[in-house]
């Protein structure tokens, strides 16, 4: 007498392939905010490193200069007359961050004195597929994190 029990080839290839299905659109769903987040950590990492830039301007008692390359999408904190790099930041390809854009407005540089001011407003925009974060340096010193936008809307 032959025993019933057990699954056939076709039902366990049905669930394999449901299987499937089920996780290719939940790695799909799960993309987009994967590089928002690289995005988002990324614009956290510039604001400590500015930070980091005002604490070693009030250490050393002189302006320390955060100069932006866009093309290789870093940025480097060093001293006024250049001979001590403090830091230096990659975020393009190759790096955990992989951003399409890091864009620094008015200039490619700003200089930030002991007192935790700057030489002017600055901008700071990161981007990975149209998503954006922006980090601004203010006159005064502040930092903090601007509107984002995504997908062509623009939130606070």
Do not use: C
């Amino acid at each position: 007498m032959r025993s019933n029990r057990g699954f056939t080839l076709a039902e366990i290839m049905l669930v394999l392939a449901l299987l499937g299905i089920i996780s290719a659109l939940g790695i799909w769903r799960m993309v987009p905010a994967l590089e928002h987040e690289k995005v988002r950590g990324a614009a956290g990492i510039l604001i400590a490193d500015l930070q980091y830039a005002q604490a070693m301007s009030a250490r050393q008692r002189q302006p320390v200069a955060v100069i932006v390359n866009q093309s290789l999408k870093m940025y480097m904190i060093r001293d006024r007359s250049g001979t001590t790099v403090y830091r230096e930041r990659f975020l393009g390809e190759d790096t955990d961050y992989d951003l399409d854009k890091l864009q620094i407005s008015p200039s490619n540089s700003v200089e930030v004195f002991p007192n935790g001011t700057a030489t002017e407003a600055t901008t700071f925009t990161l981007e990975i597929d149209g998503y954006t974060r922006q980090v601004r340096l203010s006159r005064a010193g502040q930092v903090r994190m601007l509107a984002y936008t995504g997908g062509g809307k623009t939130k606070g």
